[in-house]
């Protein structure tokens, strides 16, 4: 019966040390220790990576050693000594294809060991056709995608031989989240910018997974490189949260209009850090509203529940809204979506405001 290697757990090397302090499974061709759902991945890569069972299977003497000759620190400067600050490192909770590509990218490609390549994302300019879907009738086409460091914009191409761009969205309000599940596609991707202070969504997606985050950490090298000139004495660490961000809640919910006479209607809602966005459709490239949520100092709170008076919604969680002007009123038809949303509002609210939120702030309260 061979040893197990258990007495040299370490921390999993493809997540963050906090979230996986003593996995299950091990590669015993890298000298690394791995959580489950990584394993998963590490198995598709036999050519590079060799997987085990830390309990159930058995290793011999060999394994053991290189084992605890290597382990996940060792391996760690290794295979990341040259990660770029704006390449983006995954968590547990991210989708599987960061994660998958995260893995290839250390260990597979060597990405991080060899610096020249990184080109298709850290050049400051790529080109290239994606799926895009069409606003009116929902359906994916290929369009031809410019990203250029050197302009600050992503632009994209109804024709290939065009000469103006259809669209142009400034990399200085630009977000790009993967959102699988919501496209419908395993690489699908979501960006948004801004159009006259108001969201724009376009939702895409390539075959080619590596092709897609590619894309991804291009736009967030773009980001980083623009931040840098905009803020010159921040560090990396300040300036990292701000290439991307994912959305602090999205689902369905009821609301009523101003007037909180008219009936309730489903919507779809959007929490992207201090904008509330509701769509008729997940897929709408335009919102048809947004609402700033700023601090409580500046007089904003959320309220468990309705005013008894309302009438009109059908689901029975509700939610108040209390902003220095009015209250929004909304409803979830769960209880666990209620508490979910309560706590990303409140997120947003006990939050002190930054000063360029205020001008945000004051926009929104000049809109017609």
């Known amino acids: 019966m061979g040893r197990s290697p258990q007495g040299c757990v370490g921390l999993s090397d493809d997540l963050p ?118 606003r009116d009738n929902g359906q994916f086409l290929s369009r031809k995608f410019v990203l250029t460091e050197r302009e600050g914009a992503l632009k994209y191409f109804n024709r290939s031989d065009a000469k103006e761009p259809k669209a142009i969205m400034k990399i200085e309000h630009l977000n790009a989240t993967f959102q699988p599940a919501k496209i419908g596609h395993p690489h699908g991707l979501q960006v948004t910018y801004l159009k006259d202070n108001s969201t724009r969504n376009i939702f895409v997606y390539h075959e ?35 290439l991307s961000r994912n959305y602090l809640q999205e689902g369905y919910m009821e609301k009523t209009g101003p007037k909180q006479t008219e009936g309730f209607r ?61 209250r929004f009123l909304l409803a979830c038809e769960t209880e666990s979506e209620q508490r979910a949303w309560m706590e990303a509002f409140r997120k947003v609210v006990d939050r002190p405001m930054l000063p360029q939120e205020y001008a945000v702030e004051a926009h929104f309260k000049h809109k017609p």
């Open 17 to 134: 040390p906090q979230q996986l302090a003593y996995p299950d499974w091990a590669s015993y061709t890298l000298g690394v220790f791995i959580c489950l759902s990584c394993s998963g991945i590490h198995r598709n890569i036999p050519q590079v990576s060799k997987v085990k069972s830390v309990r159930l299977d058995a290793w011999d003497d060999a394994q053991v050693e290189f084992m605890t000759s290597r382990g996940n620190h060792v391996a760690r400067a290794a295979f990341e000594s040259e990660v770029p600050p704006f390449y983006y490192r995954p968590s547990a909770s991210d989708c599987q294809l960061l994660r998958e590509q995260w893995i290839r990218a250390k260990y597979e490609r060597q990405e991080f060991t060899h610096p020249e390549r990184q080109e298709p994302y850290s050049a400051g300019y790529r080109e290239g056709f994606l799926w895009k879907r069409g």
């Open 208 to 242: 080619d997974g590596k092709e897609m985050v590619d894309w991804f950490n291009a736009l967030r090298a773009a980001r980083f490189h623009y931040l840098q000139v905009a803020f010159p004495g921040a560090s990396d660490a300040d300036l990292v949260p701000k």
């Open 266 to 326: 489903k919507r779809w809602f959007t929490m992207d850090d201090r904008r509330l966005m509701y769509f008729k459709d997940p897929l709408d490239a335009f919102a048809r509203g947004e609402v700033f949520i700023g601090s409580r100092e500046s007089g904003y709170t959320v309220l468990d529940g309705l005013p008894p008076s309302t009438q009109g919604h059908h689901w029975p969680h509700g939610i108040t809204i209390v902003t220095p002007e009015r």
